[in-house]
């Protein structure tokens, strides 16, 4: 049973317009939450971050919104751009320590010029 | 970029041979990871080390083997691949700020078993 649930695997968007790209978890325990981003034939690299102590974190274009009750999170990407073209990746941890995160299935953003 | 080099990049296998795949970090992290993505799974651990000689299992070890015998490198061993371990092995290092953890990626190794 998937604890991190990223019910898109893709979205499409113009360039220019929001990507709102959505993550839902079951473990109420999780007080920390990360967005990766990845490219074809890269690695993951970190996007931006979020602890459940706040329900907002903004950075530049790139906004992650916290709701604890409802168990979700989203990032935002406003306005999106074709080199946001990507693979986005949710993850979350209660605990410290990289060995605790737990990553989502992704969902692939194309971003339309 | 956190100093993390996989090698090698691609490798293609036959089933039931051994394969190592080699991590190797230049920046002294203490923790060091290797992951599995595969469509539908996302990121999975399949072991961890928190020191020389000292290393853990993830969620999906089976199968696998990792040794580090320096801080630098952190070694993934398929003893006997199979075609179920066909898939892209991530290393990585994690790196603490003030809200958490993060996790810094290699550019991968992409393993095909035949």
């Known amino acids: 049973d998937q604890q991190v649930k990223q019910n898109s695997p893709s979205l499409s968007v113009q360039e220019g317009r929001i990507s709102i790209l959505n993550c839902d978890y079951t473990n109420s325990m999780f007080d920390y939450f990360l967005w990766y981003k990845k490219y074809p034939a890269e690695g993951p690299t970190f996007l931006i971050s979020i602890s459940s102590i706040k329900d907002k974190n903004e950075d530049g274009r790139f906004t992650v919104f916290l709701n604890k009750s409802a168990k979700h999170l989203s990032l935002h990407i406003v306005p999106s751009q074709p080199g946001d073209s990507a693979v986005y990746f949710c993850a979350a941890s209660f605990k410290t320590g990289g060995q605790n995160f737990v990553f989502g299935p992704g969902t692939r953003l194309s971003v339309l010029p | 970029d956190a100093g993390i080099t996989q090698s090698p990049r691609h490798k293609v296998t036959e089933t039931g041979t051994p394969v190592t795949l080699r991590c190797h970090q230049t920046?002294?992290?203490?923790?060091m990871y290797w992951y599995r993505q595969d469509p539908g799974h996302g990121l999975r651990l399949i072991h961890y080390?928190?020191?020389?000689?000292?290393?853990d299992k993830g969620e999906v070890s089976d199968g696998y083997s990792v040794s580090r015998s320096k801080t630098e490198d952190f070694l993934l061993t398929l003893e006997s691949a199979t075609s179920s371990q066909t898939s892209v092995y991530f290393c990585?290092?994690?790196?603490?700020?003030?809200?958490?953890?993060?996790?810094?990626f290699g550019s991968g190794t992409q393993l095909s078993v035949l």
């Open positions: 080390s928190y020191g020389v000689k000292d290393t």
């Open positions: 920046e002294n992290h203490r923790y």
């Open positions: 990585a290092i994690s790196e603490s700020s003030g809200l958490g953890e993060k996790l810094f």
